[in-house]
């Protein structure tokens, strides 16, 4: 007597351990160049998230009552800890990050049930929780090494553990934040007298080689096809498409050019290793569409006319909120059945 195998029958690397170690990979990249342009700082800060969030994770699974070591295997932490960690500034103080992850693991994630049940990207969550609570230290970037000497490893762990407050020359404004608040020069002019566009291929000094790590980065998950391309390629090309249509280099109103958009802040960073979280986007080819396309959207609108230089947060949470009423009208049919008719029965 043969037994009766239930379906599906195909065997891959798929659990969660594999992907999550796929992700952390991936973005090793863009932590590299990181370090080279601004320092130690976003290394100290990724391996003391790592650090928190494997201990919040530990906690949660033991007052759940839940093994513990199985949890902590599925990298998801991790992943959550080094997402955070390369979204806030190199040399905020350790308790920024210590509150970054705890409204990130604990509040974001377990509060709502645990990994699969979070309706919000967790290390979106902890940013803005950090953005909205203390936008002094959020703010204050790293000039990158094209402008200034980088701090030894000595300064950084003093400016991040003792509360030693960085010099000038070695915090600077980013380039989204400088072109938001420009108001007299042109564009030309801009690019001419400040050091994080002057010194730059053709973004901004620093941030566009970081954006090129990201986005080789993603490029990989997508050949190794841990997520399709569809959320990504419409977020991209929705900002590209608005910054297109903005930009007037001639004017000291002009929002950026669409490859100043592309390579600066946190874009690629949030089109391949954010937006295409399988539990807080949308499940439906269609609507990871729409889900990008919509990120896309905020973040150029936040850009341009928001208070907030870099918006690809915000964008990710609002469409976080409306991924539920998107899957709902993206539905695909269901195989088997036929397309609804739209010839109206009348009752008699």
Excluded at 314 to 337: E, K, S
Aim: glycine share 8%; proline share 6%.
């Amino acid at each position: 007597m043969f037994k009766q195998l239930s379906s599906p029958h195909a065997h891959g690397p798929t659990k969660t351990s594999w992907v999550m170690q796929q992700v952390s990979l991936a973005l090793l990249p863009g932590l590299a160049v990181l370090t080279s342009f601004y320092g130690w700082g976003n290394l100290i800060n990724m391996l003391l998230a790592i650090i928190f969030a494997l201990g919040f994770e530990a906690a949660i699974m033991a007052l759940r009552k839940r093994p513990v070591m199985f949890y902590l295997s599925d990298f998801s932490a991790v992943v959550t800890a080094m997402l955070l960690a390369l979204s806030i500034p190199p040399y905020a103080p350790w308790w920024v990050t210590l509150i970054g992850i705890f409204f990130a693991i604990p509040v974001a994630k377990h509060l709502y049930g645990g990994m699969g049940f979070n309706p919000f990207n967790p290390a979106m969550v902890g940013y803005i929780v950090l953005l909205i609570s203390f936008p002094v230290q959020m703010v204050e970037w790293a000039a990158p090494r094209t402008m200034t000497d980088l701090p030894g490893l000595g300064e950084a762990l003093s400016y991040i553990f003792l509360g030693i407050h960085p010099p000038d020359g070695v915090t600077a404004a980013t380039a989204l934040d400088l072109v938001k608040q420009n108001s007299g020069l042109l564009m030309e002019q801009l690019w001419e007298q400040t050091p994080q566009l002057s010194t730059a291929s053709f973004a901004s000094a620093g941030s566009e080689w970081v954006n090129v790590a990201f986005l080789l980065g993603g490029l990989y998950l997508l050949w190794r096809k841990l997520y399709t391309w569809h959320a990504p390629v419409a977020m991209l090309a929705t900002l590209l498409l608005l910054s297109a249509i903005f930009y007037d280099g001639g004017s000291s109103a002009s929002k950026g050019s669409p490859l100043f958009h592309l390579f600066t802040g946190a874009t690629m960073l949030g089109a391949f290793f954010i937006i295409t979280d399988p539990v807080s986007g949308c499940t439906s080819n269609r609507g990871r569409l729409i889900f990008g396309a919509g990120v896309g959207l905020l973040v150029f609108i936040i850009r341009a006319w928001g208070n907030y230089p870099d918006a690809v947060a915000f964008g990710v949470l609002l469409m976080n909120f409306a991924a539920p009423l998107v899957d709902y009208y993206t539905q695909p049919r269901v195989y088997g059945h036929e397309k609804r008719s739209n010839v109206r029965i009348h009752r008699e």
